[in-house]
C-alpha cells in the first residue's frame, strides 16, 4: 500500500487502537470508528508479555504503561474456606521475561491518548452498516447514513464481531461456548491486599481479586452458567450476587461492592475459531478473530 492509504478500523478499544497507531507509523492513514460515545472502561487485568510488550515499546508508549503498572508482587490461590493454598513470588514467577501487568481501562486510556495526539482521526457514535469490496476500494455504508471508500477494512470490534457477520460466510467461524460467564469491575480495597493477587475458588466458580496500582483492586469473576447472553441493568449485579452467595469471607466483601447498572462488566465466554483472518481487503484482528478468552492468560 502507498503511504495515505486510507484504512476503516472498527472497534476502539485495546486492538483497534493499537493497530490505527503501528498503521499511522507505517505512513498509513487509520480511521478509527466506534459504535459507543466513548472508548470503553472496564475490564479487567492485562499482561503484556513478549512480543506485545515491544510492540508497546515500538509505540514509544512503555514509560506510561509503566507509571499504570499494577505492580503486583505476589499472588495466592485460596480454598472454599479461605484458606491459601498455594503462594508465588512474581519476581520468581517472571524471571527473564519481558512483562509489564495494568487494567485494561488504563491501558485504552493510553492508546487513546496517543491516537489523540498523533491526530488519528476517531469516529464515535458510529458504526458500519454495509460493506461493499470492489477491485481497488471497499465501499462502506455507516448507520449514520454516511457513505465512504477505503483502501482496506479492519474489524477490530470485539469477539461479537458485526465486520465478521458481515463479510465472512457462516460456516468458516466456529465458536466454542465453554458454558461460563465472567464479570468484572473496580472497588475500594476492602480486603487489604497490597502488591498483591488473590484467586478464591469454589466448585464451578472463582473470584480473583488484585491490586490496581492505584490504590484501589480490580475484581474479576468467573462461573458456571450455560446462557448465551448476559444479564443487562440492575440484573447483573443480582446474577452476580446469587452465583457467589456462598464464597468466603473476602469473596462476599468483595461482592458487596458490585455496582449497578452497566458499571459492571459481563459476558459469557466464548472461543472464536476463523478459519480464514482476511478476505481480499477486509481483515479481522484481535478478539474478532481469534478470541481465547480471558483462560489464554
Avoid at 507509523?25 to 480511521?31: A, D, E, H, M, T
Avoid at 465512504?148 to 458481515?166: K, P, W, Y
Amino acid at each position: 500500500m502507498h503511504p495515505g492509504t486510507r484504512i476503516l478500523i472498527s472497534g476502539a478499544g485495546v486492538a483497534g487502537l493499537t493497530c490505527a497507531l503501528w498503521l499511522q507509523q507505517k505512513g498509513l492513514c487509520p480511521v478509527v470508528v466506534e459504535k459507543s460515545d466513548s472508548v470503553r472502561t472496564g475490564g479487567f487485568l492485562v499482561s503484556l508479555s513478549h512480543h506485545a510488550y515491544h510492540y508497546a515499546e515500538g509505540l514509544g508508549i512503555m514509560p506510561e504503561l509503566r507509571a499504570h503498572s499494577c505492580g503486583i508482587q505476589s499472588s495466592s490461590y485460596h480454598n472454599p474456606g479461605g484458606r491459601s493454598i498455594l503462594h508465588l513470588q512474581s519476581r520468581a514467577l517472571f524471571s527473564g521475561v519481558d512483562v509489564i501487568q495494568l487494567m485494561r481501562d488504563d491501558l485504552v486510556a493510553i492508546l487513546y491518548r496517543r491516537c489523540h495526539q498523533q491526530g488519528i482521526e476517531l469516529r464515535f457514535a458510529d458504526e458500519i452498516r454495509n460493506l461493499d469490496e470492489q477491485r481497488q476500494v471497499v465501499n462502506v455504508e455507516f448507520a449514520s447514513g454516511r457513505q465512504e471508500s477505503f483502501e482496506a477494512v479492519i474489524g477490530a470490534d470485539g469477539h461479537n464481531s458485526a465486520v465478521r457477520q458481515l463479510v465472512f460466510d457462516a460456516d468458516d467461524i466456529r465458536f466454542h461456548h465453554l458454558n461460563l460467564h465472567c464479570a468484572a469491575y473496580r472497588l475500594a480495597n476492602v480486603v487489604d491486599i497490597q502488591d498483591k493477587f488473590e484467586t478464591h475458588m469454589q466448585r464451578d466458580r472463582y473470584m480473583a481479586v488484585f491490586s490496581s496500582g492505584a490504590g484501589d483492586l480490580g475484581s474479576v469473576f468467573v462461573w458456571d452458567c450455560a446462557e448465551r447472553e448476559v444479564p443487562s441493568g440492575d440484573d447483573r449485579r443480582t446474577t452476580l450476587l446469587a452465583a457467589f452467595s456462598h464464597g468466603d469471607a473476602a469473596t462476599q466483601r468483595v461482592i458487596a461492592e458490585c455496582p449497578g447498572g452497566e458499571d459492571i462488566y459481563m459476558s459469557a465466554l466464548k472461543q472464536v475459531e476463523a478459519r480464514h483472518w482476511c478476505q481480499n481487503r477486509i481483515a479481522l484482528v484481535g478478539d474478532a478473530a481469534h478470541s481465547l478468552t480471558l483462560f489464554s492468560g
